[in-house]
Each structure stands twice: as structure tokens, then as C-alpha cells.
């Protein structure tokens, strides 16, 4: 009994845990992004409120709070209200496969990775609905290339990974973590890790791949008729799918929390945040492609990469035994 | 692929670079004298107002933010009866400066001119009237026009002659 | 329109290596306008012709194919020629032409900022299409004083190039004699002989015939905005009833001023003002802006101490429009439940469809036109005449080729000025045929004119000197009742087949002057007879009618012509007022304000009675002492009106109207073609239409009258009908139903809804400035512009700027043409009528063979003895005979005071002296007139004043001896 409970009450711990760090990190995220996001364009970035400007974090935050709550007159109130809490809901589900140290992870599941596609394909619909709930034809155009960069995207984005259940034998991802005790897979499956960035980044629809909002056509896509909180979570949305996809790259590919010398959560961190900084500079570098050229780049070129990726994989490994 | 790679490369060394803002307002940037900032109205070399209301600002202000109605005084000359400016519409494009035909309205160098209540950036032309002539120091545009104003009779303009008389025979 | 049956020969040439077809014997200039090229000129005025003075049109004319060099021609001196090869972009007329203009702007001033004419200045235009854009001379400008030329032109002879456009027209186009051409070399100078008020009628057009900015429309300058800020739409002017056709331009002003009409430019018709309006009807606009002008709803204070001291007049107070809504509202319920009487009274100044609102109102038997006895029945004569199948209306193109014009009794230069213009140009008819027998264009003025000494026979018949006797072959001075002898004779003379034919007797006409005049009245294949209402005499009307019928007679007979509109007779009948013949069809001549008076005095209703008078003033139509009974009968006035008069100063409650530029309707003018204007801008205060207010009224009425609904059902159903109204053309077409003389109006132009390709017609040009600040200083943001409920028209820049295939198309702008000279990219050719064609359909009037009755006569000479008792005739003045312009302060300001004119043996025989004040007194009422002496005037008759303001109505049309007396110094 008394491990029983030791055990909820570490496995509470930790789901708070991750919970709070996940969210605390998105807050951070905003920030860090910004100013990094400065430094890159010869400019400092928010440095006014608090220490380095921090606490931009939580003026923001408490400017969105205030914001009127605002909902058209023409928009479907309850899928428009329902929407971006999807996003949220789906992406910090997705956290509990995350193994980020041996003694942190909330669950380990047989099927993790089989789970986090699973949500990641959910995501989708908040974005869809809140399009379509709107009752904006930018919103609705924002909405429909979602749908079709997500549906695309995720074909890849699955078939990428299953070089790494191959070599590691299994969709959990611990055992995925521990098979890279040898070398991470990132060598070996560098094609899918690069697969798996690029679809990551189109899943969470960031720059440069970010056409359901595009804000140069659509005015700001799905989340045009947004504002306040509602707007918030769609964007806290935005930012923890960077992180989940960071971390699931530190996980999959560059051997989780493996290193030595440091403590295995430090590793960790390390690793998600030379990632996250990846994507704040493909942000920073990189002009959005046109549409179509999108969508012809997932089919024609990603998707035969990903396959081809599967079969040289799958053929070394029977060559080996 | 190469182009891509360089790219990010090329950004990422910025994080290296200075930084070319400064901290306004603790730091006041240099502004160029034809910096394009809040308008006035200027006054020619005798003090008097330049404008002549002639309109030609207004037809060129691409939002159309400028209004003012002609009139004429006693001494002859047109003036604006009223000219107003809805500096929350202007874009500080300049090109008002650029149709005025007597330099009255030029831009300066200051665009500190928030307000919390919109209305307050309707200028009137009490509001934009200096008492200078401005960039441009000698132009006086009734020296050189043909119309009559008081202290001007005809043929006094430069370059003209003096007026004809009709009923001479020595024409 | 004479020409339609004959096909107009055409001509191939080339310009420029491209060949194209136009029609042969007009000249190149004029051609190649047609085709929409840009080719500057000054000179050339398409209805002035050419003289090939400014040089500016210069062209190469090639001898053939192989010619390679070519000469240079002016293309306004050049007929078009089948086969001929011209070039306008050859490198030697662009240097040419770019030459000259250089030379011209040597000595053009450094002014457009600020001239009046910049932003819509033909030299503007051309000197940018000539290429010259530096300047390069340094040696001294050529200066010239100014004069100063009345209230109405402004004068800056610097500015003048000496193209002669202006001379041309106010010498030889309109007869004006003060203008001319002094000095000589280039220091020519363009003006009066001294300081003074340019005494044409028509000198307002210099304003639009000048090139530039020398004459340029005082009235405006005051108010002055730039063309391209005014909103403009199509209107008809509302100062006599020719009906010209004319583009208000308005605009509202930035500090909360109510006046926004800024001028008044002509709108071309073919058929009726051309490119020329009188001063009459440019100037006469100020009267939207004078400081009469009623803005708000005001009751008359009841309280009896502040009654007491007003006397008659009452003091009034401004009230909130839903408030005078609700008044008229409470008057119309009583009327509804049978406790009141609603009587109307309509206007002939005011629409159609206001006329008909108020009809619907009270019902057609409680309707009245605004008119006395008199001048109703004029009217119905006038209407009775026009059916006739033998005559038509003529336009103003038919008239100016004339060969022979008999203008009976009608001061049309004063009445009906734009016609006598016309009337001007028939006097050249005879040379221009000459000119053409002697293959010579009539484009080529200046050789047309070397004809001298051939003239068009006219016949001027009048009560005193008119503008028209310069011109006149045959110049009459009579009575009407020796007019109507002269007219009977002259038909006499054109019916049988032979016997003595005796002059009348008047005075100054011989008999080798009358039978001159009969033998060219039988030579003549398309002679045109004007008469009008203006002498008040019904006889004279019929005479006219008479004459005419025998002239359709004659045509038949010796001419034999076979169009059917050829074989009727030109008979112009002038009315008095914009709507005078709309008025007309709505009412029958018992309708009138004197029957009106005579109902009242000898019945007695037991209900209390309104009056409800509609854009009319009682006291102008009769003596003050019957139009004080007349409201003193009653126990309420209500009045709509645009500004203030005697009779609104005795109304309970006045309304205010929009004026004819800031409302939708339809006017009928004297030749019945029914026209609609259209709001030029949306009217300030609370001005709107009168048949709003009526509508709102109505409707507010229904809410009242709810419960008590007693009365009877066929008032209900017509208020219910009037209440639904929303539209002015829901009116139209309500009007056409219920009258069949006005079904065209159904079908006058487009409904509100009716947008070409989805878009509506933007009133304010494409350059409109100011829109994000003119009203900030009330509010930043800006203000939703009105809708309009009547015409596919928005009050703002949005929709189609230049719907030039429209004819809601009122502003004259083409790319490169910001003068008004850009009508011609509006006409299939210059001088033809607009494409897409200006509104106006002529009445459905059935034709009904007139029979002169003898029944309507003038009132008989009530004394044997003619030298004991004086015919009064009135006179009328282009300045201060119309009702509204007199309340323009320009206008006003040249308005002589009102006069009675005396034969100097008259004056000697009741011992009075020129320039004496004399009160003429009639059953109580009292004129004081300001005594003149004349010796045209014929003997026994005093000529006086009418329509003048301070004494609008006149005394009977008789008066005895006794009844003039020396007036108050
Ligand atoms: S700067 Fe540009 S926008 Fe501002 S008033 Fe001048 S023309 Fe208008
Ligand atoms: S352009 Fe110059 S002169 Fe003309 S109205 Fe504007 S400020 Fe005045
Ligand atoms: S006439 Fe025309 S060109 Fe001459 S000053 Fe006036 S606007 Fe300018
Ligand atoms: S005043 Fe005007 S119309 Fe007359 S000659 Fe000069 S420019 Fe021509
Ligand atoms: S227009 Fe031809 S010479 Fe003037």
C-alpha cells in the first residue's frame, strides 16, 4: 500500500510537474523567442518591463486576460469557444509520453509514439472547427489549408519515425531513449530526423510553414476573429507544440536524456532548447513558401524521402539480421 | 537546399552584430531637417501667411486628410478661412509639401505628437501656423504672381512690366 | 433635327497612318475631337465656329502618299476632305504647336494658385498637352489694369491669350454691345469702355467661353472651392420654365456653415440650352444660401402678449422635426376623422411629384394651384393650344434655323432669356443659308459674316423696347388688343387666296413694312411664332394660336412637306414658371386662389379649415388685402417652403423644403418635355423634400387616427398610399398612372435601384479631397454619407465617377480635359447631343384640334373714354421678375426697384414727373412704383414692373385715372 501510494503520489507529482514546466516554459518561450528573434535582427526585443524585459511575459499574459471577451455576432458561439482548447488539451496531452529523464515522464506507454501521432493529428480539428466556427472567409481559407497541410504532413510525419521503431524495436519511448545507449539515431536516421523537423514544424504550423495564418493573405487565418484569451490559447498552443516537437527530436533522434557528466534532466533540457532556439532561427531566416508549392513539396518530395527512408532502413536491417 | 542552409547561417551570425536602434526616448535619434514629421504652416520673408489656399495639398493627400476653405481678405490675397489637418489620418507621405506651389506647408523633423483621445490630432490652423518662413528663407510667392494685393499694384511683380494703357496711342 | 431624314455624307480620311470614316462638311478639328483625339485649340468653339485665330490647332497636311514634308494647316479652318492625309504627332506640329503656346504663356501671369480657373482651366489643359512645361523666356511679362464688371464677373485681363473667344461670343453670339476688343498689337485688351456692369443678359457664359481665368463667376469666388471638390448631378434650372439643363456644384463646408451650394454650370442639351445659360439662371442659385433660408421646422409662438405685438406676422420658434411631424400629423388625423379641412395648395415652381403628394394629401377636389384666376387660365390656354395637332414646340436647334421668327407681345429676353438667344441666332439663319449657297461652311464664321446685310425676316411685337429690337426687321409697339389685330391679319393674309389685306393700325408699322411682312411670312418654309404668358392676355395667346394654325395651314398647302412634324407649325409658348405646365395638368383652371377666396367668403364650414401651402407665396399671386382674407379665413397655415415670404410669416408652422438642387423631381417646361433633376447634395438642417414631409406626416397620421377610424375609405386608402412612398419614383409612377398626359414620366430615367454593372454613380469626382478631414473638427471619425432614396446616385466618391454613357453624368472631366471643354468627349461629335442622352420625354398629350373660344377673354375696358382709364401691361426684368433669384444677393444687388413706365404725354397729362415715387391704389390695395418715362411705350398704357419682390402681384388690368396719386417720398 504504502509504495501504492508513494507511487500516485509521484505519479501526481510528476504529471504537475510537466504540467507547470511545459506551460511555465511556453510563457518563457514567448519571450525568449522574441528577444532572440531581436538579436537576430539587430535589435534588442522587448528589454523594458522587469529584468531583460521578463516580465513582458506577464504583461502580456494579463493583457490578455483583460481583453473584452469578444465572440461575432455571426460565428457558431459554442465550436468558436470550443476550439482552441483542443489545441491546448491535445499538445499537453502528448506530454505524458515524453520520458524526460529515467525517474520524470508521467506514463510509459507501449504504443508512446503511436499516442503522440494520435493527438498531433487531433490538433488539427481546433484549428479546423475554430476556421469554420468563425464565419470569416479568411478564417475558412486559413482553416482549409490546415486541413490539407495537416492531412499531407502527417503521412510523412508517421512513416519518418518508423525507421526509429525499427532500429529501437518498439513505440515506447523509453525503450526508444535506452536503444540509443550506443549512438543516438540521429545518424543512422538522419534523413527521418530531418523528415520528422519539417513535418513537425508544418504540424505546428510555425514560420516558415505557417500558411493557415499567413497573415500577409489571410489577415491572420483560422484565428482571425480571435482575441483575448481565446486568442491566448491558440497561441500558448502554438508554443508548446514547439517544445512537444523539441522534445520528441531530443527523444527520437538525439538520444533523450543520454549524456555524461550532467544530470539526465539537464541533458534533456539542453538538447530541447538548442532545439527550440532551431526553430526561433528557421523563423528568423526563412520566407514562407507559396502554397501550392507547399503541398507539392510534402508529396513529391517528402513523402518519397520518407518511403525510401523506410525501405533503406528496413533493408539494412534484414542485410543484418 | 545550400541557399537555405546559408540563410539561417547568415542570420545566425547577427546574434554577434551591434545593434543599429537606439533606446528612444533616453537616446534621441538624429533627425534630418526634411525629415517628414508633423506639418506646419509657414509665413513668407514679411510675415506674412503663405498659403494661399489654393487646394493643391489637399487633392494631392492620398488619405485626403486635409481640409481648408479659401477666402479673401481686403488686401487682395487668398487665405484659408480654415485649414485643418486630421493628423490621425496622415501618413506623413509629404507629398502635400511637394504640390504646394508657395512652400506654406512643409514637414519638420518631430513626430512626437501622440494623444490618448483621437480628436486631439485635428489640427486647425492655429495649431500649424509657425512664425518662420521654415526650410525655404526668401520665397514670397505674391513677389512673383500677377494678382493685385495691397502694397503690390499691377506690373510690380517681378519680371513684369508696367501695365498698358489702353487709350494711349503709342501702343 | 431637320436633318434626320437626309443621310450625312461621309469622308475618309487618314491621321496619322490610320484611316477613318467621318462626316464630311465639318472641319478637322472638329473631326478629329469627334474621334476622341487630343488636339489642342482655343479659338474653336463649337458653337461659335472657327476664325483660326490662336494658331493652337495647328495639323500637317500631306499632298498625297509620297509627300513626305507636308504642310502646316490649322484644322479648325480646314474642311475635312474624302481622302486626305493629315498627321497630328508629325514632329512640325507638335514644335508648331508647342511654339505657340510658349509665346502665349510669355506673358501669362504666375497666378494659378490663385485664379479661380485653375483645376479647370482649358489653357491648363492645353499647355500640358501641348508639352510645354518650363519655362524659358526671361525677358518682362505684358501687364494689364482690370475693371471691375458688376457683381457677377470677376476680371483679370493678365491672363488673357487673345484668342477672342469672348468678344465672339458676347458680340456676335448674344448681342452685347459693351464688350470689345480695345488696344492693338499684343497689348489687345478685352474689356469695357469703362468700369461697369456688363449689361448681356448672357455674360455669365464668358465665365465658361473664356479659355481662362479672365472672367471668371464672382458668386463663386466667395464660396470658392476647386472643380474637382464640388459633387455635382444632373438638374434643370428652376428660374423660368425654358428648362435648361445645368450642373449645380455643391459642397459642404468644413466649419458647420449651412450653405453648400457653391455655383451653377451649364449641362448641355441639345434640344434646349446648348452650351449657354442666362445670368439669370447662373447666378440665381444664391438664393439656396440667402439668409431667408428656412433650415429647421418653426411654429409660430402662441403665447397672446408676443402675438399682439407682431401684428399679423407672427414670431415663430424653431422646433425638432418629429415635433412639426407630430403637428401636421394632428392636423392630418382630423382631417382624416372628418373634423377638418385640408386645403392644398400646390406650386408650379415645385415638382411634379410634390405637387401630387400634396394632391394625395387632401384630395383633388381640396387642391389648388398657387396661382390667381388669371394666370391659371393663361395656363390651361397655353396647354389647350400645345395639343393641337396643327403646332408643336420647337427646341432650341429648330429655332436658330428659322427663316422667319414673329415674336408676339413676349419680352422673352426677359422671360424666357435662353429662347431669345436662340431667337438671336435665327437672325443669321438667312446669311448662314447664303454662306451655304455660296458653298461657303457655316463653321467659317468670320467669312459667314463678311455676308453682310442679310438678315432673317423677325417680327417683334412688344409692349416696350426689348433686348431682341436690335435685331428685329420689323419692330412693333402695341396693346395687345392692336397685337392680336396685327396677328389675325397676318393670318388672313396667309389663308385667302387673294383680296386687300389692310394693315392694322398701329403706330410705326406702314403698309410697305406690313406687306413686306406678309409676303416673307409666305416665303418662309420654317418660320417659328413665340408668344407666352407674360402679357397676361388671353386673346393675345389665341391670336398667336391662330396665326400658327394658319402658318400649318399655308406649309401644307404651298410646300407640301412630307414629314409630319414639318408640316405643323413652330409656336413657342413661354410660361411664367419652372413647373408652370406640370402645374397645369394636375388642376383645372377653376383650381385657382381667387376661386378659392370667393368659396371661402360665401360658405361657411363648420369645421375648422387649414390651409396647407406648398412652395408657393399667397401675396405674389394676390393683392395683399385678398391674401390677408384668404388667411385670415382660416384657422391654420401650414407652410412648405424654402425660404421665408409673407406668407410664411403669417403660417403656424413652417417646413422646410429642399430646393430644386437638393431633391429629386420631375418639372414639366413650356415646351412640355417633362424633365427630372436630381439632388445635387443632401440639403442642410432639417431640409427635405416637401413630399417627405407630407409622407412622414401621413404616416405618423395613420398612428394617430388608429382607433377613431372614422372617415371615409377612400381618404384612408390615398394617405395609406402616400405614407408608403419611399422612393420619388414610386411618385412618377403613381403620377403616370393616375394622369395619362404624364405616363411618360414613368419611364424619365432610372429608378433608385437601377445601378449600371452593380454600381451606383458617384456624385463627387475621383479627386475629391478632404473626405478624412472636412467635418473632423465636429468628430474624427468620419461620418457614413447619406443614402439616396431616389436616384442610383451616392452622396460620396464611391461607384461610377464618369458615367459618360449615362445621363446621370453631370461633371465635364475626361483624362486631359479638366475644363469644361471636355463635353465633347461626351458627345458622339462636338455640338451633337450627349451620349446616353439627357433626361426629358415629352408630355402623352392627346391631341385635341383648339378652338378659340371667345368666352376666355380679357377682361373688358370697364371706360368708353380710352383717355380717362390706362391698360397696365407688365413689364418684366431678367433681374427681379423671378421669384427665387431675387432672394440671390448678387441678383439682388442689381435689381432695379419697381417701376411704372409712362408715355412722357401720359405722365404730362396726370402731372407727374420721371423719376417721382406714384401709388397706383385698386380696391384698397396700394402700389408704390417709382415713376419712369419712356416714349416706345404706347400711349394709355402703363408698364409695370412685375415680380419684383417688395411688389409681386399687380394691379387688375385696368385702372382708372383716379387711382394714380403721388406716392411717399
Ligand atoms: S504628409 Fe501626406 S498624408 Fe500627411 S497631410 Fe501631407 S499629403 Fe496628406
Ligand atoms: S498647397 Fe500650399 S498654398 Fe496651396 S492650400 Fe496647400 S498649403 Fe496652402
Ligand atoms: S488662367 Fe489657367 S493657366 Fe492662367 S493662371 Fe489661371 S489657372 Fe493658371
Ligand atoms: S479674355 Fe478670355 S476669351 Fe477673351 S480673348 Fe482673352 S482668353 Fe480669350
Ligand atoms: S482653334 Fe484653330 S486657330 Fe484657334
Redesign the pocket.
Known amino acids: 500500500m504504502n509504495t501504492g501510494h508513494a507511487d500516485i503520489a509521484m505519479t501526481l507529482l510528476n504529471i504537475f510537474g510537466v504540467l507547470t514546466t511545459a506551460v511555465l516554459l511556453t510563457a518563457l518561450l514567448t519571450w525568449g523567442e522574441r528577444r532572440l528573434l531581436g538579436f537576430w535582427q539587430d535589435r534588442p526585443g522587448p528589454n523594458r518591463v522587469g529584468p531583460f524585459g521578463l516580465m513582458q511575459v506577464v504583461a502580456d499574459m494579463i493583457k490578455l486576460f483583460f481583453k473584452e471577451d469578444f465572440i461575432p455576432r455571426f460565428a457558431d458561439a459554442p465550436v468558436f469557444l470550443l476550439a482552441p482548447t483542443i489545441v491546448m488539451a491535445t499538445t499537453l496531452l502528448a506530454f505524458v509520453v515524453v520520458p524526460f529523464s529515467p525517474a520524470v515522464g508521467v506514463i510509459d506507454m507501449h504504443i508512446g509514439l503511436l499516442f503522440f501521432l494520435a493527438m498531433s493529428a487531433l490538433a488539427v480539428y481546433s484549428v479546423v472547427l475554430g476556421a469554420y466556427a468563425s464565419g470569416n472567409k479568411y478564417a475558412l481559407l486559413g482553416g482549409l489549408r490546415a486541413a490539407a497541410q495537416t492531412v499531407s504532413y502527417e503521412v510523412f510525419m508517421g512513416l519518418s519515425l518508423m525507421g526509429v521503431v525499427m532500429l529501437a524495436g518498439s513505440f515506447d519511448l523509453r525503450s526508444i531513449v535506452m536503444a540509443q545507449e550506443n549512438g543516438w539515431f540521429l545518424l543512422p536516421q538522419m534523413l527521418g530526423c530531418a523528415i520528422f523537423l519539417v513535418a513537425g514544424i508544418a504540424e505546428s504550423h510555425r514560420l516558415p510553414l505557417d500558411l493557415p495564418e499567413a497573415e500577409h493573405e489571410l489577415t491572420a487565418g483560422f484565428h482571425t476573429e480571435y482575441s483575448g484569451m481565446k486568442f491566448g490559447l491558440f497561441f500558448v498552443g502554438e508554443y508548446l507544440s514547439i517544445l512537444l516537437i523539441s522534445a520528441l527530436v531530443t527523444t527520437l533522434f538525439l538520444g533523450g536524456w543520454l549524456g555524461p557528466w550532467l544530470p539526465p534532466l539537464v541533458w534533456f533540457a539542453l538538447k530541447t532548447f538548442a532545439l527550440v532556439c532551431l526553430f526561433i532561427l528557421l523563423r528568423a531566416a526563412l520566407p514562407r513558401p507559396r502554397y501550392d508549392q507547399l503541398m507539392a513539396f510534402g508529396w513529391k518530395v517528402m513523402l518519397p524521402l520518407a518511403l525510401l527512408n523506410l525501405v533503406v532502413t528496413g533493408s539494412v536491417l534484414i542485410w543484418r539480421g | 537546399m545550400i541557399s537555405i542552409l546559408r540563410s539561417l547561417w547568415l542570420v545566425f551570425r547577427h546574434l554577434f552584430t551591434r545593434r543599429v536602434t537606439v533606446e528612444y526616448p533616453e537616446e534621441m535619434p538624429y533627425l534630418a531637417p526634411r525629415y517628414r514629421g508633423r506639418i506646419v504652416l509657414t509665413r513668407d520673408p514679411d510675415g506674412d501667411e503663405r498659403c494661399v489656399a489654393c487646394n493643391l495639398c489637399a487633392v494631392a493627400c492620398p488619405p485626403d486628410c486635409i481640409s481648408l476653405q479659401k477666402m479673401e481678405d481686403a488686401d487682395g490675397r487668398w487665405r484659408p478661412e480654415f485649414f485643418r489637418i486630421n493628423f490621425s489620418r496622415c501618413i506623413m507621405c509629404g507629398l502635400c509639401e511637394d504640390a504646394c506651389p508657395t512652400y506654406a506647408i512643409q514637414l519638420t523633423p518631430d513626430f512626437e505628437m501622440c494623444e490618448y483621445d483621437r480628436q486631439n490630432m485635428v489640427y486647425e490652423k492655429e495649431d500649424l501656423l509657425i512664425n518662420g518662413p521654415g526650410k525655404y528663407h526668401e520665397y514670397s510667392f505674391y513677389r512673383h504672381a500677377g494678382k493685385t494685393v495691397s502694397g503690390k499694384a499691377k506690373g510690380e511683380a517681378a519680371g513684369e512690366a508696367k501695365p498698358v494703357n489702353v487709350k494711349s496711342l503709342n501702343l | 433635327m431637320l436633318k434626320a431624314g437626309n443621310a450625312q455624307a461621309m469622308a475618309t480620311i487618314t491621321i496619322d497612318n490610320r484611316q477613318y470614316e467621318v462626316d464630311d462638311g465639318q472641319n478637322l478639328l472638329s473631326a478629329c475631337l469627334s474621334l476622341k483625339k487630343n488636339l489642342p485649340y482655343f479659338c474653336w468653339h463649337p458653337a461659335l465656329g472657327s476664325v483660326g485665330a490662336c494658331r493652337q490647332c495647328a495639323v500637317v497636311l500631306f499632298k498625297d502618299a509620297d509627300d513626305q514634308r507636308g504642310t502646316l494647316v490649322m484644322s479648325c479652318m480646314t474642311p475635312v476632305k474624302d481622302g486626305a492625309i493629315y498627321s497630328i504627332d508629325a514632329p512640325t506640329a507638335q514644335d508648331f504647336r508647342a511654339g505657340i503656346i510658349e509665346n502665349l504663356m510669355t506673358n501669362?501671369?504666375h497666378?494659378?494658385p490663385v485664379?479661380e480657373?485653375?483645376?479647370e482651366?482649358h489653357?491648363?489643359d492645353m499647355?500640358l498637352m501641348s508639352g510645354h512645361t518650363q519655362r524659358r523666356f526671361q525677358g518682362r511679362k505684358r501687364t494689364h489694369n482690370n475693371q471691375y464688371l458688376g457683381p457677377f464677373i470677376n476680371h483679370e485681363m493678365n491672363?488673357c491669350i487673345t484668342c477672342y473667344r469672348c468678344v465672339r461670343f458676347y458680340r456676335d453670339h448674344a448681342g452685347g454691345t459693351d464688350l470689345q476688343a480695345l488696344g492693338r498689337n499684343h497689348q489687345v485688351y478685352f474689356g469695357r469702355q469703362e468700369d461697369g456692369l456688363l449689361d448681356n443678359g448672357f455674360s455669365g457664359n464668358l465665365v465658361e467661353v473664356c479659355p481662362?481665368?479672365?472672367f471668371t463667376d464672382k458668386t463663386y469666388s466667395r464660396h470658392y472651392v476647386r472643380k474637382w471638390d464640388l459633387q455635382t448631378a444632373p438638374s434643370v434650372c428652376e428660374h423660368c420654365a425654358v428648362g435648361c439643363n445645368t450642373a449645380p456644384g455643391a459642397r459642404r463646408d468644413g466649419k458647420g456653415d449651412p450653405r453648400q451650394l457653391r455655383r451653377v454650370t451649364n449641362l448641355f442639351h441639345r434640344q434646349i440650352n446648348g452650351y449657354f445659360l442666362c445670368d439669370r439662371g447662373r447666378f440665381g442659385y444664391e438664393y439656396a444660401n440667402s439668409a431667408a433660408r428656412i433650415y429647421t421646422p418653426q411654429a409660430a409662438l402662441t403665447q397672446p402678449l408676443i402675438q399682439t405685438t407682431a401684428g399679423s406676422a407672427k414670431v415663430h420658434q424653431s422646433l425638432s422635426p418629429a415635433d412639426a411631424v407630430a403637428r401636421l400629423a394632428v392636423t392630418i388625423a382630423q382631417m382624416r376623422s372628418g373634423n377638418r379641412r385640408v386645403i392644398g395648395i400646390g406650386s408650379s415652381r415645385s415638382s411634379l411629384e410634390n405637387n401630387f403628394a400634396l394632391q394625395t394629401l387632401v384630395g383633388r377636389e381640396h387642391f389648388y394651384a398657387g396661382l390667381d384666376e388669371r394666370s391659371l387660365a393663361l395656363l390651361k390656354l397655353v396647354d389647350r393650344i400645345q395639343r393641337d395637332p396643327r403646332v408643336h414646340s420647337p427646341g432650341t436647334p429648330e429655332i436658330e434655323r428659322a427663316d422667319m421668327v414673329i415674336v408676339l407681345g413676349e419680352d422673352i429676353a426677359d422671360t424666357a432669356p435662353r429662347i431669345a438667344l436662340a431667337v438671336r441666332q435665327a437672325a443669321r439663319s438667312a446669311q448662314i443659308a447664303r454662306a451655304g449657297e455660296l458653298k461657303i461652311p457655316a463653321w467659317q464664321d468670320d467669312s459667314v459674316r463678311q455676308l453682310t446685310g442679310i438678315r432673317t425676316p423677325l417680327l417683334v411685337a412688344s409692349a416696350e423696347r426689348t433686348d431682341l429690337d436690335d435685331i428685329a426687321s420689323c419692330r412693333v409697339r402695341a396693346a395687345p388688343e392692336q397685337m392680336v389685330a396685327l396677328a389675325d391679319v397676318l393670318a388672313q393674309a396667309l389663308t385667302a387666296e387673294s383680296g386687300e389685306i389692310h394693315a392694322p393700325d398701329i403706330a410705326g408699322l406702314d403698309t410697305g413694312e406690313f406687306t413686306a411682312l406678309v409676303e416673307q411670312l409666305k416665303q418662309a418654309r420654317h418660320p417659328v411664332i413665340v408668344s407666352g404668358c407674360g402679357l397676361q392676355s388671353q386673346e393675345l395667346l389665341q391670336a398667336a394660336a391662330r396665326l400658327a394654325f394658319a402658318v400649318a395651314g399655308h406649309k401644307e398647302a404651298n410646300h407640301r412637306q412630307t414629314d409630319s412634324r414639318e408640316a405643323r407649325a413652330a409656336l413657342y409658348l413661354a410660361c411664367p414658371e419652372a413647373n408652370s405646365l406640370g402645374l397645369a395638368q394636375l388642376c383645372d383652371a377653376r383650381q385657382n386662389l381667387n376661386q378659392l377666396h370667393r368659396e371661402r367668403q360665401s360658405e361657411h364650414t363648420p369645421q375648422p379649415t387649414t390651409l396647407l401651402v406648398m412652395e408657393a407665396d399667397l401675396y405674389r399671386q394676390l393683392p395683399a388685402s385678398v391674401a390677408d382674407q384668404l388667411c385670415a379665413g382660416v384657422d391654420e397655415i401650414i407652410q412648405l417652403e424654402i425660404v421665408h415670404n409673407r406668407t410664411s410669416a403669417r403660417a403656424d408652422l413652417i417646413l422646410p423644403a429642399a430646393a430644386t438642387p437638393e431633391y429629386e423631381g420631375t418639372l414639366v417646361n413650356s415646351g412640355g418635355l417633362a424633365q427630372r433633376h436630381y439632388a445635387v447634395y443632401e440639403g442642410s438642417g432639417w431640409i427635405q423634400a416637401s413630399w417627405r414631409w407630407l409622407a412622414d406626416a401621413a404616416a405618423a397620421s395613420g398612428e394617430l387616427a388608429g382607433a377613431e377610424l372614422s372617415g371615409d375609405e377612400e381618404t384612408h386608402a390615398r394617405l395609406q398610399s402616400l405614407a408608403r412612398w419611399r422612393h420619388v419614383t414610386q411618385l412618377s409612377v403613381a403620377l403616370a398612372e393616375s394622369y395619362p398626359e404624364l405616363a411618360p414620366l414613368a419611364e424619365l430615367g432610372p429608378d433608385w435601384d437601377q445601378t449600371i454593372e452593380g454600381q451606383k454613380t458617384a456624385r463627387q469626382p475621383h479627386r475629391y479631397s478632404g473626405r478624412t478631414a472636412i467635418q473632423a473638427e465636429r468628430q474624427v471619425a468620419e461620418y457614413k454619407p447619406l443614402p439616396d432614396d431616389d436616384a442610383p446616385m451616392a452622396f460620396s466618391m464611391e461607384g461610377i465617377q464618369f458615367a459618360c454613357q449615362s445621363p446621370l453624368q453631370a461633371n465635364n472631366w475626361a483624362p486631359g480635359w479638366n475644363s469644361n471643354q471636355a463635353i465633347h468627349c461626351y458627345q458622339p461629335k462636338p455640338g451633337a447631343a450627349r451620349l446616353g442622352h439627357s433626361s426629358g420625354q415629352p408630355l402623352a398629350r392627346k391631341a385635341v384640334v383648339f378652338h378659340s373660344d371667345s368666352a376666355a377673354g380679357d377682361a373688358a375696358r370697364p371706360t368708353a373714354d380710352p383717355s380717362d382709364g390706362f391698360r397696365i401691361l407688365p413689364l418684366y426684368r431678367m433681374f427681379g421678375s423671378g421669384e427665387l433669384s431675387n432672394y440671390a444677393g448678387a441678383i439682388a444687388s442689381v435689381t432695379e426697384e419697381p417701376f411704372a413706365v409712362f408715355h412722357p404725354q401720359d405722365l404730362e397729362l396726370l402731372s407727374l414727373t420721371a423719376g417721382q415715387q406714384i401709388a397706383i391704389t385698386e380696391s384698397g390695395d396700394r402700389w408704390q412704383l417709382l415713376a419712369k418715362v419712356s416714349d416706345t411705350i404706347p400711349r394709355h398704357c402703363i408698364g409695370v414692373s412685375t415680380g419684383f419682390t417688395q411688389m409681386a402681384s399687380i394691379p387688375g388690368a385696368y385702372i382708372e385715372r383716379e387711382q394714380i396719386a403721388p406716392g411717399d417720398a
Open positions: 501669362h501671369p497666378d494659378c485664379c480657373e485653375g483645376g482651366c489653357l491648363q499647355t491672363r481662362t481665368g479672365v
